[in-house]
Nanobody
Framework: QEQLTESGGGLVQPGGSLRLSCGTSRLTFSLFDMSWYRQRPGNERELVASINAGNMPDYSDFANGRFTISKDSAINTMFLQMNNLQPDDTAVYYC???????????WGQGTQVTVSS
C-alpha cells in the first residue's frame, strides 16, 4: 500500500545535480524514520540515506559528501539533494517511511534518475 509520492527524477549529465522530493498527505513525517533507497539496473535495492524522527541524517558511503537528505515536517516532505551525479547513480529512487511503534513501513512508487552524457 503506497502512500508516498516521489518526484524530481530525470535525465542529467555527469557532474550535474538533481533534487528529489517525497511527499504525502496521509502520514505525519515528524513521527517517522525516513529514508531514500535506490535500485540500479540488475542490482538489489540499497539504502542511500536516512533521517530519523529526531532529524539525524545518515548516509551510505557512496552518498556521503555528495547527497544531502532533509525533511520539512511542516509540509510532510522529504528531500534528497544529489550533487556530482555519476552514471553509476542511475537508478530508480524510492522513499520509505517507517513507524517503529507499529513496525510498519510505507513506500513510494519510485522516480527514475538517469545520469548520461
Amino acid at each position: 500500500q503506497e502512500q508516498l509520492t516521489e518526484s524530481g527524477g530525470g535525465l542529467v549529465q555527469p557532474g550535474g545535480s538533481l533534487r528529489l522530493s517525497c511527499g504525502t498527505s496521509r502520514l505525519t513525517f515528524s513521527l517517522f524514520d525516513m529514508s531514500w533507497y535506490r535500485q540500479r539496473p540488475g542490482n538489489e535495492r540499497e539504502l542511500v540515506a536516512s533521517i530519523n524522527a529526531g532529524n539525524m541524517p545518515d548516509y551510505s558511503d557512496f552518498a556521503n559528501g555528495r547527497f544531502t537528505i532533509s525533511k520539512d515536517s511542516a509540509i510532510n516532505t522529504m528531500f534528497l539533494q544529489m550533487n556530482n551525479l555519476q552514471p553509476d547513480d542511475t537508478a530508480v529512487y524510492y522513499c520509505r517511511a517507517y513507524y517503529s511503534p507499529w513496525r510498519r513501513e510505507y513506500w513510494g512508487q519510485g522516480t527514475q534518475v538517469t545520469v548520461s552524457s
